[in-house]
């Protein structure tokens, strides 16, 4: 038997669900559509559209949490379109892509005054800005103050369409310098949807990396692609000896894991070195992964979520040889980015995992213990805002890229 933890979109009630693992459903039984391709019909969002969201704030705000928590939400800093990602650089300034393309700088704090810089940084490559394409994630190397390197993931266009990559560049004033990619997924789709894409330091210097499966569900199950995968590299983009696919001529040996479907966030935990990862479902199911080499992860052989037409995916979501996701949620909150907490702003919230949601429109909390999931609490609801990133700030405070045009990033900090 297996337990699986459900959330529901509302974060009022925890239901443990004891499924069998099961093999593969016998021949003539129903096994849903996991060849389909796996996007929305017409119109986006099945019969539901998109939820409607409020407009970026424009003046600080006090909530109350669980646990006696008592925050404020503050806009940080505006003057952004469509943030997807944030990167702290060791000296405290803030860098923010924007899917269009554009890396932005913002110098100062938000108690000095948080400053965006109105000429975005040059040198970054050129995007495929269309759909869920854009300039995705920014992460400097650990050894930053020496080198100066940053790493950012991006839709790339090419002869077969368009796929994920990883440029590298040194930052030099506002330019980055001898850029160039280190690594091009071979996931080349003439589509634009679920490129990922997400960067994390494991502990021991190598690089994780997710790719979506391209809205090609297939290929999450298929090692001769990156589609649908978390990648592990050197910090020069090539191969680590000890990857667990190395060797094998069917796969390729940048692969960490697989069986995943549309991967949006992804952080090593400080303490543990536990690699987490969340990604979206179709309806339903979106997951909280923590991520172990070689594993199957399921999509689209054992999945929780259901087409956008209501038809079945996965008549058996645990199956023997699949790993089973941490947290799932149902109805999707379409996660986002995550980070792991542990400033001591919030005492209350050291070791929680903060993931945004989408089209939940909120900040959710997952609260984890030697024992595994102690509880959880959806923020920012009454806001109605997109959240596409996450990150602690080096003062301890939670910083949030809000996804629209007129946007900007909020900084949550105690309301004392």
């Known amino acids: 038997m297996r337990a699986l933890t459900v959330v529901t979109s509302a974060a009022v009630a925890v239901a443990t669900i004891a499924i069998v693992a099961q093999g593969p459903p016998p021949a003539g039984g129903r096994q849903g559509a996991p060849g389909r391709q796996g996007g ?92 869920q394409g854009a300039l995705m994630e920014v992460l400097p190397h650990p050894r930053f103050a020496e080198n100066r390197l940053l790493y950012i993931t991006y839709s790339k266009a090419g002869d077969g369409g368009n796929t ?146 209501g038809e079945v995916i996965s008549a058996q979501p645990a199956r023997e040889g699949v790993e089973q996701p941490f947290v799932y949620w149902v109805p999707s909150i379409g996660l986002s980015g995550l980070t792991i907490y542990t400033g001591d702003a919030f005492p209350q919230w050291k070791g929680s995992i903060f993931v945004g949601g989408l089209s939940g429109l909120e900040l959710h909390r997952v609260a984890i213990n030697e024992r595994g999931l102690a509880g959880r609490e959806s923020l920012l609801r009454e806001l109605r805002l997109r959240v596409r990133d996450v990150r602690q700030g080096p003062d301890g405070n939670l910083y949030v890229a809000i996804d629209d045009a007129k946007s900007g990033i909020l900084r949550i900090e105690p309301a004392s």
């Open 40 to 131: 929305p019909p017409a119109g986006r969002g099945g019969f539901f559209p998109r939820p409607a969201t409020l407009p970026f704030p424009t003046a600080a705000q006090t909530f109350d949490g669980l646990q006696g928590v008592k925050f404020r939400v503050i806009p940080h800093v505006t003057g952004l379109q469509n943030p997807w990602g944030i990167g702290f650089l060791p000296t405290g300034e803030m860098l923010v892509t924007e899917k269009a393309g554009r890396l932005r700088i913002v110098r100062g704090s938000g108690t000095g005054g948080a400053v965006l810089e109105s000429t975005p940084i040059a040198g970054t490559p050129p995007v495929v800005s269309q759909g």
């Open 164 to 309: 994920t990559a990883l440029f590298r560049g040194r930052l030099e004033g506002n330019t980055i310098v001898d850029g160039k990619d280190i690594f091009v997924a071979d996931a080349w789709s003439q589509g634009s949807a679920h490129f990922g894409s997400k960067l994390a330091w494991g502990r021991d210097g190598t690089l994780f990396m997710t790719v979506g499966e391209r809205n090609d569900r297939n290929r999450a199950q298929q090692l001769n692609t990156h589609a649908g995968k978390v990648l592990r590299l050197r910090e020069d983009g090539t191969v680590p000896p000890d990857n667990p696919f190395v060797g094998r001529a069917d796969a390729k040996p940048e692969i960490y894991s697989y069986g995943h479907r549309n991967l949006q966030g992804l952080g090593v935990h400080p303490e543990t070195g536990a690699l987490w990862q969340t990604e979206h479902g179709p309806q339903g199911g979106d997951e909280l992964n923590v991520v172990q080499p070689g594993r199957n992860f399921g999509w689209p052989i054992a999945t929780m979520g259901r087409e956008y037409t």
